[in-house]
């Protein structure tokens, strides 16, 4: 099915270790984003892509890095976790660049780390 | 800064009956979205309605519909015959042509009660 696609559905870290989170889209969508979710918090963005070779940081970047591979693909990195970072990420995406706040995103179905 | 206020952190309505889900926003922009969001125990973020702020009409999507009263900066989301499948968390956003992002409240929780 046509959509956004991301893996790990779960992972459980070790402080101090590294990951990357995969997102794929299908849709030939311009634009895309990183949420975090925590309960009490909504979502909050960490960085997004208005197109394909363009990264830009959200409202709680630190402590992790993007990379928009090519149209379909846009991964998040922790370097380093911090226990801090355990918490439900949402890839998702919007199919005019620049236009994701008129239509709204497509999500993909989340990835929930936890870092012990 | 723009911001998105949910004041009911749970809720819970009868199986058949309506509720009523507040929102409201602040922001200084005149040219912008508002949405609701649906978040269903599955974890997936399904997009259930959303309102043009130019459009005085409010926006319908079969039981769902919006009460968008701009002067107030209030956008409430009625469900009316409530069933099973409706138990969720619900998430207001707001978007805006300045920033291609969009935010969101911290959620209600809607609980069904058969």
């Known amino acids: 099915n046509a959509g956004v696609t991301q893996t790990p559905k779960f992972q459980v870290l070790k402080t101090g270790q590294s990951m990357t989170l995969q997102c794929a889209q299908d849709?030939?969508?311009?634009?895309m984003y990183w949420y975090r979710q925590d309960p009490g918090m909504g979502l909050r963005l960490i960085y997004y892509?208005?197109?394909?070779?363009?990264?830009d940081k959200g409202e709680v970047p630190n402590g992790y890095n993007v990379s928009r591979l090519n149209k379909r693909e846009f991964s998040l990195r922790l370097e380093s976790a911090a226990p801090s970072q355990t918490s439900v990420y949402f890839c998702?995406?919007?199919?005019?660049?620049?236009?994701?706040?008129?239509?709204?995103?497509?999500f993909g179905s989340g990835t929930r780390l936890t870092v012990v | 800064a723009q911001t998105v206020t949910q004041s009911q952190p749970e809720m819970s309505v009868q199986e058949a009956e309506t509720v009523t889900l507040s929102c409201t926003y602040d922001?200084?922009?005149?040219?912008?979205?508002l949405f609701w969001y649906k978040q269903p125990p599955s974890r997936q973020m399904i997009l259930v309605i959303r309102?043009?702020?130019?459009?005085?009409q409010n926006a319908t999507e079969n039981r769902f519909s919006v009460n968008f009263q701009k002067a107030a900066k209030s956008f409430s989301l009625k469900i009316s015959d409530s069933q099973l499948g409706d138990a969720a968390m619900y998430f207001c956003?707001?978007?805006?042509?300045?920033?291609?992002?969009?935010?969101f409240g911290k959620g209600t929780r809607l609980h069904i009660l058969p």
């Open positions: 849709m030939n969508h311009n634009s």
């Open positions: 892509s208005a197109s394909e070779g363009t990264t």
């Open positions: 309102q043009e702020a130019y459009k005085q």
């Open positions: 922001t200084s922009e005149s040219d912008y979205y």
């Open positions: 998702a995406s919007s199919e005019l660049a620049g236009a994701g706040w008129v239509y709204g995103y497509t």
């Open positions: 956003a707001y978007g805006w042509n300045r920033d291609d992002k969009i935010i």
